[in-house]
């Protein structure tokens, strides 16, 4: 059964960091790609990273592009979301999810729970 | 970047209607298309992917048609159950991208 708990979130001032981690189990974490998916307060899905089954290819929404670093460690089972830079407007809840087939950048399957970052002074 | 939207952007319908939900991408995405449904507070649900494929496990009166800009997410008999939000996405290139999302409620 897929398990993927996100943690990390929190109040954080304009221009300071965070990072996200997310942990993966009940599949073979090692052979799928990631992706995390944000929502804003009432708002809509926006998707903002993803990174390849082993790392070597990433993706970012042009919203998060030189700010976010999405990376993984595929020995703890767990990708994390590096933010820096932070603005109001990245207050949101966080999700990370898999991709529905191994090896692939495909859209996501299952979701987590979700972290809320809330960026503000 | 692929624009995707959907409409409308709220459905009031009754049980047992048949219900339908369009989403229009700005350039062709073949097929790559998927619809979710998020319930309040929960994570999205992957309902169908390849715009006609359903998700294991989710029920038969949800189906998806479609190719290249236009899509539609179909419930053939509405239930109470499907109370939600629906959003389209598009996985043909990056950045993938979302629609604004339909909230479907109950007359």
């Known amino acids: 059964q897929v398990h993927l708990v996100e943690s990390g979130g929190g109040v954080v001032q304009p221009g300071r960091s965070l990072r996200l981690s997310c942990a993966a189990s009940?599949?073979?974490?090692?052979?799928?790609?990631m992706h995390w998916v944000r929502q804003a307060p009432g708002k809509g899905l926006e998707w903002v990273s993803l990174?390849?089954?082993?790392?070597?290819?990433?993706y970012y929404a042009d919203s998060v592009r030189g700010r976010f670093t999405i990376s993984r460690d595929n020995s703890k089972n767990t990708v994390y979301l590096q933010m820096n830079s932070l603005r109001a407007e990245d207050t949101a809840v966080y999700y990370c999810?898999?991709?529905?087939?191994?090896?692939?950048?495909?859209?996501?399957?299952?979701w987590g729970q979700g972290t809320l970052v809330t960026v503000s002074s | 970047d692929i624009q995707m939207t959907q409409s409308p952007s709220t459905l009031s319908a009754s049980v047992e209607d048949r219900v339908t939900i369009t989403c229009r991408a700005s350039?062709?995405?073949?097929?790559?298309l998927a619809w979710y449904q998020q319930r309040p507070g929960k994570a999205p649900k992957l309902l169908i992917y390849k715009a006609s494929i359903l998700e294991s496990g989710v029920p038969s009166r949800f189906s998806g048609s479609g190719s290249g800009t236009e899509f539609t997410l179909t419930i053939s008999s509405l239930q109470p159950d499907d109370i939600a939000t629906y959003y389209c996405q598009q996985y043909n290139s990056y950045p993938y991208t979302f629609g604004q999302g339909t909230k479907l409620e109950i007359k």
């Open positions: 009940g599949f073979t974490f090692s052979s799928y790609g």
């Open positions: 350039q062709s995405i073949s097929s790559w």
């Open positions: 999810a898999k991709v529905l087939w191994a090896n692939s950048g495909t859209t996501p399957d299952y």
């Open positions: 990174i390849s089954y082993d790392g070597s290819d990433k």
